[in-house]
């Protein structure tokens, strides 16, 4: 199972002070988070992609590349992807480079973007989101599994003997998450290819991530990548941890309050019913994240969200602290304890390559 | 023996409210009306005031709580919807719209609607036709030609007009009722599009 965390770069004050950090602090702040990431224990950092104030990271492997440099161990990997609007011929070369300077701590999920005047700024419409998000994708695992790619689709200047370079590692694509809130079509897009599944898990109620993954998992079956159980799913979460549960709900309640997405909307306490956010002890947290895979099977990929809302960085880093210290590896121990051994870990450059090599041999042999 | 199910959206405001109670009597006229065809009826009355706070939860987090899920379930579900608000500020209350800003595209498509209105004076009459009938169009409901407006005048009228404007507006929604055929969209979950159909385009 990987732990790890994500990034949504919102540059927000801070209701308790009023002050927002610059742009330079703010994505110093992004990169100081993803080395307390590795230095806690973590597996995985992964960044979003915005175009629009108040957010940051409208160049996540410029990022990614700067702290894969800082770190050893940690996976780099992105929270969305936008494959709407990006050019797939420069997401295949920007990641399949960000392989080769990592020595392959890269993969990276897909996503539409929520933000609809991005489609307009990128020559794209948003009513083609759907349509968008499956050709490009299609087109980006060509570019990355043929040398030389004859091509023509709806959305994009024809293709003629283009090679995408360099080529992936070792000949082996970054391994790709596909992330959802509710459409049942990328859900069907990742069961089709045997990609993984994320679900954000922080805006909505745990049953209807629950629904989307049902459907990723009986859809994977369906094309033959494996029994339901056996497919990848990732969750998103979100919690903020005291020593005592009070003492975090009374420092996180105007950071939530105040929340770009759903603050002066419900209460905290509500909200906290409604969906997975827990405000409150790290035995709580515990706790809550045991009872996730109740609802969508044992699943290989834990990202939580720490750094938004106007938080101060000293806070966030205390926060992984608590998350790495106390919490991820009582996670890591039981819920390793409860998968069954025919249900697969995440896969990583390292996997992919082995059976990669092995589906050789196998061909060699026959 | 036919069963079928009657929503009943309501967005009055007071307790009691003349517009729940114009809900009621057009529920209880539609019915009749359909039991006399030998059509049994299940109501299920929505008071959106019950829900207004999840409503707005809901337009700022863009998930329903269980209250307003339950709600939106149910209306979806229904073979026939009796929609009725009060005429703020020459249309529809906000409550009223937001309940259904808030239901996903097309579910309301082929539903036959009964709309009707309460209002202060007989003056507001047309917010009827010029709003209500309106957003209903854009959802691709069948509203009956017939909507029923009441003014506070009519509860203490000595002429039968309410009375002949529900009666004929709950039949013209009884006959679509009995014909059925309103069940509600596919649930996308349970049938998804396949992939190869997404891949080869539209």
Known sequence: MQFGIFTVGDVTPDPTTGRAPSEAERIKATVRIALKAEEVGLDVFATGEHHNPPFVPSSPTTTLAFIAAQTERIVLSTATTLITTNDPVKIAEDYATLQHLTDGRVDLMMGR?????????????????????VENYHLLRRLWREDVVDWEGRFRTPLQSFTATPRPLDGVPPFVWHGSIRSPEIAEQAAYYGDG?????????????????????????????????????????????????????????????????????????????????????????????????????????????????????????????????QVVPVLRKELDARRPAHVPDAPTHATLKAAGEAEQLEVGAR | ???????????????????????????????????????????????????????????????????????????????????????????????????????????????????????????????????????????????????VYAASSDWGSREDALDQRVERAARELADLVARGGAAGPVDPFDEPTPFEQLLSGP
């Open chain 1, 113 to 133: 973007g929520n933000t609809g005047p991005v489609y307009p700024w990128f020559g794209k419409d948003i009513r083609d989101g759907i349509p968008l998000a």
């Open chain 1, 197 to 325: 599944f994320f679900h954000n898990n922080i805006f909505w109620p745990m049953s209807h991530t629950e629904q989307m993954v049902a459907l990723y998992r009986r859809r994977f079956e369906h094309y033959g990548h494996g029994r339901a159980d056996q497919a990848i799913v990732g969750l998103g979460g979100q919690v903020f941890m005291r020593p005592s549960s009070q003492d975090a709900v009374r420092e996180f309640r105007p950071y939530f309050d105040n929340a770009p997405v759903y603050g002066h909307g419900p209460s905290l306490e509500d909200f906290s019913e409604q969906t997975p956010l827990t405000v409150g002890s790290p035995q709580q947290v515990i706790e809550r994240h045991l009872t996730f895979r109740e609802h969508v099977g044992d699943y290989q990929r834990q990202l939580f969200l720490m750094d938004h809302a106007g938080l101060p960085l000293k806070t966030v880093l205390e926060q992984l602290d608590i998350l790495g210290e």
């Open chain 2, 1 to 147: 023996m036919t069963t079928r199910t009657l929503a009943v959206v309501t967005a009055g405001l007071g307790r009691p409210s003349s517009t729940r109670l114009l809900a009621d009597r057009l529920a209880a006229t539609t019915r009749r009306l359909l039991e006399e065809q030998g059509v049994s009826v299940e109501v299920e009355v929505v008071e959106l005031r019950d829900i207004a706070h999840e409503l707005t939860d809901n337009l700022l987090t863009g998930f329903p709580g269980a209250r307003l899920r339950a709600a939106t379930e149910r209306v979806v579900r229904a073979d026939g919807l009796i929609a009725v608000t009060p005429i703020f500020t020459a249309s529809y209350s906000g409550l009223f719209k937001s309940f259904f800003d808030v239901l996903e595209a097309d579910v309301l498509a082929d539903k036959p609607v009964l709309i009707a209105a309460t209002g202060g004076t007989e003056r507001h009459s047309l917010a009827l036709d010029h709003a209500v009938r309106p957003m209903f169009a854009y959802l691709r409901a069948v509203v009956t030609p017939t909507a």
